[in-house]
Structure formats: C-alpha cells, structure tokens
C-alpha cells in the first residue's frame, strides 16, 4: 500500500461540493470511481478542505492509499483515464509517508474569488465567475478588506451550518485588485469557517457599491451575529487555489 498527495484541478459547477454524497454528484465521489476502476476496490479520498456546490479548484490537494506498485506518474495517467468524460483533473501525484494526511498536515490554504465586473453577459465564463454590473470601486474594497486581516471571531461570515468548534479564525490575508474587467479577491489563512470567503466578498461586494464604508465592514465582524451579514456572494466565482505544506 502506497500513499500518493494528490493536486487537483476541477470545475465544481455540477457538483454537490468535494464531499462524497448519497444521492448527488460530489468531486470526491468521481475520484473514487475512477480509482476504483483502477484498483478494484475502494480507496478513499482526504482533500485538504471541503468546497462547496459550484466552487471550483485549480490546487485542490488530496491523498490516497493504493493497492498498487506504481509511481506518482503512471497513477496520475490512469487517474485522468477514467476521469477522461468529467471536468476533474489530477495536475500531479507524488508518493509520501504514512504520516502526511492532505488536511492535518496542511499550514496555509489559499483561496481566489474571481468577479468580472462588465455590463455584457458572459459567455465563455458563465459559472466560473460572478457578474456584476455596476462599477465597483476596488481601491475602497481593498482598504476596507484589510479590518477583517488578523484574529477574530467570524461568527457574522459563518454559515448557520458550520461544523467548526470555533468561530475564531485567523486570516492572514486578503487583498482586493483588477486587470480590466476582471476583481480579483485573494486570501490566505490555515483554515476558514463554512461559507466564510463567500460571505467575506458578499460584504466587499456592498463596499465596492458604495452601499457600505469600511466602518460598516468594521461594525458587522464586531457585532459576530450571523443577521449582521451583508450578502453571501455565490459559489461560481470562487476557487480553492493551492496549499502549502
């Protein structure tokens, strides 16, 4: 049995999320099939963080046990054989110690979300950004995004579905720029609470309408109440980008 870290690319738009489900399509779900089309048997998938529905990953990492002597490159070639006819793609497969786990061993995820900020539809991009119309100013959506750096308790950026034990978090950073038409909200941090990008951007988003100042930013993470939330931007823009070791 060898154990392989796994990095990952896939367009989540048709999926449930990574985490294997009963009754819907999930990433980790296709990751096992194909492995098991590989190994006969069943071999289970760890990712480094779970996404949800319609959120994508150009880094995602993973790891697995094979039944198998082969290497890194030959296991990734016969992964993406039988992922050939869905949108995942394993980008590279290396061969670790008993000791790694994708999620435990982790030290920094890094996360983008991708706002394209144009009056015409999209096309090409449907699903893999969020539109929006009106004019965003992104000098005072970086400025205020910079209150919400540091330890705090993001209880006010929590899903009311949240797992974790704490709503304590430490983001170490986020930062808000464009190239064109295109917004770019980037963040770094060891772990975020369920829905807590997107409800970071939804905020940033009001900023950037001119709806909301910093100060406003400022009030809803100090009130930590979940009513306090701005907005909750959608799934399609964001992406799980990478992870460091």
Known sequence: MKRFK???????????????????????????????????????????????????????????????????YKLMEALNYHLKNVPISILDAEEVDDEFHARFSAKKRYYRYHIINRRANLTFQKGLAWQVRDELDVDAMNDAAQVLVGKHDFTTFRSVQCQSKSPLKTLESLSVSRDGENIYIDTSAISYLHHQVRSMVGCLYYVGKGKWTRQDLKDALEAADRSALGYNAPPDGLYFMKVDY
């Open 6 to 72: 796994l990095t990952i690319e896939f367009d989540g738009s048709d999926y449930h999320g990574w985490q294997l489900q009963e009754s819907a399509p999930s990433i980790q779900g296709e990751l096992e099939k194909a492995a098991h089309k590989l190994c006969q048997q069943e071999c289970r998938f760890h990712a480094a963080g779970r996404t949800d529905a319609g959120v994508h990953a150009t880094g995602m990492v993973a790891h697995t046990d094979i039944p198998r002597d082969m290497n890194g």
